[in-house]
């Protein structure tokens, strides 16, 4: 059809004016109709206006199609006789007029998507596909190096600065002093790269142990004695200790007696051999600092007590908190039981109580407190008993349950207690009224207090029943 549109328009040419997609009004129309005219080999012929409008829509359909053909060309559309679009092949919802459809458009197979659903852009393979981390090295690639074969690949941990340091070891010390669990803190530090503040880690342990207890003391020196050797170098500890020294003007600011407290340090590690015996000789003449030499002269005098008396330094600090033997803290507790009898100092009592560092056996002391009274003789005693129970109490050095499993013990051995004090009882009772006045105990515990079996007459045979509250 579009064959027989170009020959007649090539045997009666058409001006551009008379194929323009626009519709001519009525007068233009009947103006042209008139004067339409056209020359065929030299002669002027007149043609009729029906022909030249169907040529015009035959062009114009013509031209409409060319527009539309690369849009629509791979749907099949073609131009009837009638200039009607006729449309071939399957409708634009079909699954084979989809582009991104990756199943087989030859209509043969089940339907899968191609390669497995592994093909297309973007994608690297199908889907929960592991590639192995080891791949072959290929010699042709002209990137190929021999050494590639032979090099071997390691996680490269930085070396901390000063304040990752500090931010890093701090945590681990103040646990280690909650635990005492010096392989534990080991690992942890060989984990680390430490690099040049290796030998910072005793300066740290020590700086930290000086504003904690007695305790906490001796578990850095067993700490810095495990880690010699296996974490540190003896050169390490030396430095770490030379470096204290010169920064004890500063640590005076904090701790007033960190001079002593460093010389028994020294001592102490001289005496675990982390530290060469002529560290304190080799300091003589040399030393500007007072501070400095007052923590070696301390240091100087244990070693040489050691030496001459046979001191055991190995124990400088002592066992602190639940280390130490019950009877040994029951000993401890009577001596400052009758020291603050002789004395009436509430306060120095409170001291000596925190520094045993035994939380869990004050209802020992509560105890022994009670019991001194109920074998003592007069009122002078009680007084002071509750004179100390009352601020220890409100102070919550001793707790509500500490002071309540106290009571409970003597008012279950006060059946073995009467045997040598006959008139315990009476004495108890007397003394849980006062506790109670004073606020050291609430109503409940003071009437679990055991009263002494009281007899009387109940009729005129003289039976007696015996009573007893609990």
Known sequence: MATDCEAWLNANP??????????MSGDEEKSNSAKINNEINGNWITVPAGTVQEARLKAKAKRRLRKNSSRDSGRGDSLSDNGDTVRFGPPPTSPKGKVLDRRSRQGKGRGLPKKGGAGGKGVWGTPGQVYEDEQQVDVRDPNYDEDQENCVYETVVLPLDEDAFVRTVTPIVKEYFEHGDAYE????????????MRSDVPLLAVSLAMEAKASHRELTSRLLSHLCGRVLTHSEVEAAFHKLLQELPDLVLDTPTAPRLVGQFIARAVADHILPTNFVEGYKGRVDCGHTRAALDR???????????GL????????????????QLIKEVNLLLKEYVLSGDVAEAECCLRELEVPHFHHQFVYEAIVMVLESSGDTTLRMILKLLKPLYDSSVITVDQMRRGYERVYMDIADINIDVPCAYSLLEYFVDQSFSSGVIDKNLRDLCPCRGQKRCVSEDDVYVKLENY
């Open 14 to 23: 058409v001006e551009a004016d008379d194929l323009s997609d626009s519709y």
């Open 185 to 196: 803190v080991a690992e942890l530090l060989s984990e680390l790269n430490l690099g040049t």
């Open 299 to 309: 240091a100087a005098v244990l070693l040489k007590m050691r030496r001459e008396t």
């Open 312 to 327: 055991r330094i190995d124990n400088l600090w002592g066992l602190g908190g639940g280390q130490r033997p019950v009877n």
